[in-house]
Every structure is written in C-alpha cells, then in structure tokens.
C-alpha cells in the first residue's frame, strides 16, 4: 500500500498550491496542520523540515530511492509533485521550460509582491499609528501587483492556460490571485478573470482550496491575540546556532 505524502500545511496561498497539486494528482496525502498564528512554523520539528520556517513542506515517505525525502518552498514541491506524478509537468524540454518560466514568474514576482500589497493593506495598519508611514508602502506594492496582473491577463489573451495545457504553473498562480486584499478589480483584467472562473471549476482545485478550510480564522483566533501573532508573523530576525 502507498503510504501517504505528509503535507505541513496551514491555508494560505502558499499552502493552497501544494493542495490543489495532491488533489489533482489523485497523490494520498495526510495534512499535518503548522499553525502560523501559534509560531509553530519556527519549532525544531518543523525547522528540521522546513528550514526557512516557511510552510508549505512535504515529507514524501517513498522518494526517488525508496527512502523518505523532505522539501521545503512550494515551487520545488511542485515540480517533485509533477515528476511523481508524471501530471502536469510534461517531460518535452521546451514545454517544461515554458511551465518553469511561469512557476518561477510566481514564485519569484507575483507571490512576494502580491504577499506584500496584502501585508501593507490589511496588517501595517494595526502596527503603524501614522498611517502616512505605509502610504508609499501601500501604493508602490499595489502598482506592482497591478503591473503583474496585466503581465498574466497579456499572456492569457490568446490560450485557455498559462504554459500550453495546464501544469503546475496554473496550480502555482491560481490561489495568489486575490483582488480584494490586494486592491485590484478583476474587471480591467478579462482574459485574466475568465482564466480564474476556469481554473477554479476544477475539482481538484476546489477540493485543494478548501483543505484545513476549518482551520482558518482571524490572527487571535489561531491561539494568540492579534497583536501577539502578528509579532510572530512579522517581527523575526536570524536566529543563531
């Protein structure tokens, strides 16, 4: 019997592309819950896995070799997901090329500027009085992320998926794309807002989306007090050996 891939989780877009890829990939998974509020993303089990103290991580018991192999970043799960699997992550070069161009155009823009458009938006304002201190912060990551938008809705005006059929890189972009907490209106985007009705029809990505949906709360109610967890998400400097 396939042992389950244990996937430390908590639902965020991050985590919801790791999801999404297990539930499309019909990969047996268990969910072991890494409660971001709580801190627990920087506890030794966790760090043993995930050095970055950044969640999503999997721990697939059967690796390559037969042994149990641990990965961190959710870009590189997805593509070990995709090579598992041999879904989604074709093997021609050229077309695996084209799906990496993407996965990384996410991993490395669209997820750093669009985290920090939602971070100026919705927590600075509880830590900063003057609010005219995250003003220039405010507008300069939801122009960014503006611009990223446009990227994605150019490349979608002329094909149903981001990299030929859809892939991992669909998987990687599709839960980052939250108008609302980003300052954004899906109605200067078309090609871009029917690509996220079309991706969010899926099965897969439905059921992905919703895992550890019980899960999700407020800051406080994740086992801190706002202040307290926003301290823990956003006050961490390097820890030494």
């Known amino acids: 019997m396939t042992r389950p891939i244990e996937l430390w989780y908590w639902p965020t877009p991050n985590g919801w592309k790791v999801s999404i890829a297990l539930e ?4 047996p998974y268990e969910m ?18 995930s050095p970055n103290g950044r969640m999503p991580a999997i ?10 192999l641990s990965i961190f ?11 598992k699997s041999g879904q989604f992550y074709p093997q ?18 669209l997820g750093p500027m669009a985290g920090q ?34 990227v994605l809705d150019r490349r979608l005006a002329d094909r149903e998926f981001v990299a030929g059929d ?27 807002a029917a690509w996220m009705e079309r991706v969010g029809a899926r099965p897969g990505v439905k059921a992905g989306r919703a895992v550890g949906d019980a899960l999700r709360g407020n800051l406080a109610a994740a086992g801190k007090d706002a202040e307290e967890a926003r301290k823990l998400l956003f006050g961490q400097r390097a820890r030494r050996a």
């Open 24 to 27: 499309e990939m019909g990969l």
């Open 32 to 49: 072991k819950p890494v409660n971001i509020g709580r801190g627990e993303q920087f506890e030794p089990p966790f760090q043993a896995i």
């Open 59 to 68: 721990i697939d018991p059967e690796g390559p070799d037969g042994q149990p």
């Open 73 to 83: 970043e959710s870009g590189a799960i997805l593509q070990y997901l995709g090579l």
């Open 92 to 109: 021609d070069v050229r077309t695996r090329t084209e799906i990496d161009q993407w996965l990384f155009w996410q991993v490395g823009g």
């Open 117 to 150: 458009t939602h971070h100026f938006r919705q927590y600075a304002p509880a830590m900063i009085k003057d609010q005219r201190q995250i003003a220039y912060g405010v507008r300069r990551y939801t122009d960014e992320t503006h611009r990223l938008y446009g």
């Open 166 to 192: 859809y892939s991992i890189a669909d998987m990687a972009i599709w839960p980052w794309i939250l108008p609302t907490h980003q300052g954004q209106d899906l109605a200067e985007f078309p090609n871009l």
